[in-house]
């Protein structure tokens, strides 16, 4: 069975620090990977996603994470935040095929500081 | 297009009346997914279709909850009778397993619903 782990349920930085939100995921196989953002009364976003081929991933406003297999995580990383970057987000994975079911972690709140 | 699209935004209800929550998934998607988010249980995948066929209900939390998709456009999610443990942010997901974005889902906006 496949589970997502996401350490820390607050996590806060000084605007222009950077930005570091863990997940580590459980599966038997490889799986697809992503990270969503839902900004306050919004649904959510996708930031980025990890299926196959370069494990470093690129996403959206300057958000990037890097998919590590030995060490079952896949880390989103921005290096300088930004106060609009406060937001909750979530990392999921699902199956590399067959029923397009996410498993979602419990969310982190990114507080970015002045 | 359009994006997914929810309604109503808000719901106000006293317990033991029947809520339903719509939704229009983006037009060509396949996958329909509704979910509900709480403080404290987070985000729950509630039931998921597929070409409009109930796939997996098994987070559907009680009998008071069913959900439909009479076709490929629309969908609702249905509570009868509501209860005050059923507040919560409904969202919608729709999903197009021919595209090669690999499984992404795309989400609505969600229905706030409140029962008092």
């Known amino acids: 069975a496949q589970s997502v782990t996401q350490l820390g349920s607050h996590v806060s930085v000084s605007e222009g620090a950077l930005v570091l939100l863990r997940c580590n995921y459980s599966?038997?196989?490889?799986?697809?990977l992503f990270w969503y953002v839902q900004y306050p009364n919004q649904g959510l976003q996708l930031l980025l996603k990890?299926?196959?081929?370069?494990?470093l991933v690129k996403g959206i406003n300057g958000f990037e994470a890097e998919f590590k297999k030995s060490e079952t995580s896949f880390h989103l990383t921005k290096p300088s935040a930004h106060m609009s970057d406060a937001a909750e987000y979530f990392c999921a994975v699902s199956p590399p095929s067959g029923t397009y079911k996410y498993i979602f972690g419990t969310g982190t709140r990114l507080k970015v500081l002045a | 297009d359009a994006g997914v699209i929810q309604s109503p935004r808000h719901e106000v209800t006293e317990m033991g009346q029947e809520v339903t929550l719509r939704c229009k998934p983006i037009s060509g998607h396949d996958y329909l997914f509704w979910y509900r988010q709480t403080m404290m249980r987070g985000l729950e995948l509630l039931i998921y279709f597929n070409n409009n066929v109930p796939i997996d209900d098994s987070g559907m939390p009680e009998d008071r909850f069913s959900a439909k998709m009479p076709n490929a456009s629309f969908s609702t999610l249905k509570i009868q009778p509501s209860e005050p443990r059923d507040s919560a942010v409904y969202f919608c997901?729709?999903?197009?397993?021919?595209?090669?974005?690999?499984?992404?889902?795309?989400f609505g906006p969600g229905t706030r619903l409140t029962v008092l």
């Open positions: 997901a729709s999903s197009d397993s021919w595209d090669s974005s690999y499984n992404e889902q795309f």
């Open positions: 599966s038997s196989v490889p799986p697809y």
């Open positions: 990890y299926t196959t081929g370069a494990t």
